[in-house]
T-cell receptor
């Protein structure tokens, strides 16, 4: 079945540590996105990529980094510069620029 | 002013009633509109897409779009306890990016 796979489901970060969240899709979608969701709030865009080897900052990119070396993969690194990383991280993709985005199951990140 | 606004709720309706969820947006040239359902602890799931003025029906769900008044609504007929969730409104503007702007969501409770 086609879909978006995020791993791990739960992740714990120690202070000063960088952690990487995985996002893989087999939908042949060009565009991929990373969102952050805090309790009781909507989704805020961190980074997005419309094509391989290209990506743009979203609204809250500070403390995060991404790469897009393959069409299927868009990993997100939460760096030690992100001082409040505890949140639910969602990866999404879509095929058409005007079309809906489809989401993976998310990764819940907490600080140890 | 927030770009996409929703009443946070909770909106409480009895089982079998019609639930009406509303969303207003500030970008007058927005072209694509989406409703997502998000159960607690889960990722958003697309329910409806709407692109032109008027109503669009899919089963028990009806999306209504009024671009002149800049609002989009979601009606859920014959509400069921399983419809209890947070409903997110998302809007895409006319720029060249694939970005969606999400509202904070309305929490719906359907009482048995």
């Amino acid at each position: 079945d086609g879909g978006i796979t995020q791993s791990p489901k739960y992740l714990f970060r120690k202070e000063g540590q960088n952690v990487t969240l995985s996002c893989e899709q087999n939908l042949n979608h060009d565009a991929m996105y990373w969102y952050r969701q805090d309790p009781g709030q909507g989704l805020r865009l961190i980074y997005y990529s419309q094509i391989v080897n290209d990506f743009q900052k979203g609204d809250i990119a500070e403390g995060y980094s991404v790469s897009r070396e393959k069409k299927e993969s868009f990993p997100l690194t939460v760096t030690s510069a992100q001082k409040n990383p505890t949140a639910f991280y969602l990866c999404a993709s879509n095929r058409d620029p005007g079309g809906p985005q489809h989401f993976g199951d998310g990764t819940r990140l907490s600080i140890l | 002013q927030k770009e996409v606004e929703q009443n946070s709720g909770p909106l409480s309706v009895p089982e079998g009633a019609i639930a009406s969820l509303n969303c207003t947006y500030s970008d007058r040239v927005s072209q694509s509109f989406f409703w997502y359902r998000q159960y607690s602890g889960k990722s958003p799931e697309l329910i409806m897409s709407i692109y032109s003025n008027g109503d669009k029906e899919d089963g028990r769900f009806t999306a209504q779009l009024n671009k002149a008044s800049q609002y989009v609504s979601l009606l859920i007929r014959d509400s069921q306890p399983s419809d209890s969730a947070t409903y997110l409104c998302a809007v895409r503007g006319m720029d060249s990016s694939y970005k969606l702007i999400f509202g904070s969501g309305t929490r719906l409770l359907v009482r048995p």
